[in-house]
């Protein structure tokens, strides 16, 4: 296989349909880098990264029979990688330090990994409007930046900023609420 050959979406399903390697391989090293930064947001063990991204790769390789191509290939494998971060960190409860609002941070505040776990914080996040949930679910989670998010909605950059600074509002007052002291500094 070349490495440097870049197959359709079409071609990697089908592929990976047959159970054929080198499309597997392409599929992997297509999505590689960014399913990792995926997962780096989340962890700074490169390790339990590679695994929870390996974990995402299996499951999108058992599953590609359920893929439509009713959306993008990539945010398909996406949404199975994040699901492999989400079933680790369950799993793994001592790890709490799911949520990362700024791609700056390295985890969110101490005393809200403590205190809060991935589901609590994704049910503050359902408490906002729909298009500010979506945005910041776009940038924060799954990693998307404000020009991708601009696309993938149909708004502006702008739009998708304000939507995300809305967000980080709604939920420092959510945890200031709910007595988590200075852990919202870093939203």
Same mark, same amino acid.
Request: contains cysteine.
């Given at each position: 296989m070349k490495r %440097?050959?870049?197959?359709t979406d079409e071609?990697?399903?089908?592929?990976?349909? !047959?159970?054929?390697r080198k499309f597997q391989e392409a599929l992997y090293r297509q999505f590689f880098p960014k399913m990792i930064g995926l997962c780096m947001r989340y962890t700074t063990d490169k390790e339990?990264?590679?695994? @929870?991204?390996?974990?995402?790769? $299996?499951?999108?390789?058992?599953?590609?029979?359920?893929?439509s191509f009713k959306g993008s290939l990539e945010g398909w494998?996406?949404? $199975?990688?994040?699901?492999s971060v989400s079933d680790?960190?369950?799993? !793994?409860?001592k790890y709490g330090e799911l949520i990362i609002f700024e791609e700056k941070d390295v985890s969110s505040a101490a005393k809200v990994v403590n205190k809060l776990y991935m589901d609590?914080?994704?049910k503050m996040i359902k408490t906002l409007p729909p298009a500010t949930e979506r945005v910041f679910t776009l940038y924060a @989670?799954?990693?998307? %930046?404000?020009?991708? @998010?601009?696309?993938? $909605?149909s708004i502006s950059e702008g739009t998708s900023k304000w939507h995300l600074s809305e967000a980080r509002t709604r939920l420092k007052r959510l945890l200031k609420l709910y007595n988590f002291e200075n852990s919202y500094e870093r939203i």
């Open positions: %440097n050959r870049k197959y071609e990697l399903v089908a592929g990976c349909l !047959n159970n054929e339990i990264a590679m695994e @929870i991204v390996n974990n995402g790769f $299996l499951r999108a390789f058992k599953k590609m029979d359920t893929f494998v996406r949404k $199975l990688v994040f699901h680790y960190f369950r799993k !793994n409860s609590d914080l994704l @989670i799954e990693g998307y %930046n404000h020009r991708e @998010i601009a696309e993938q $909605l």
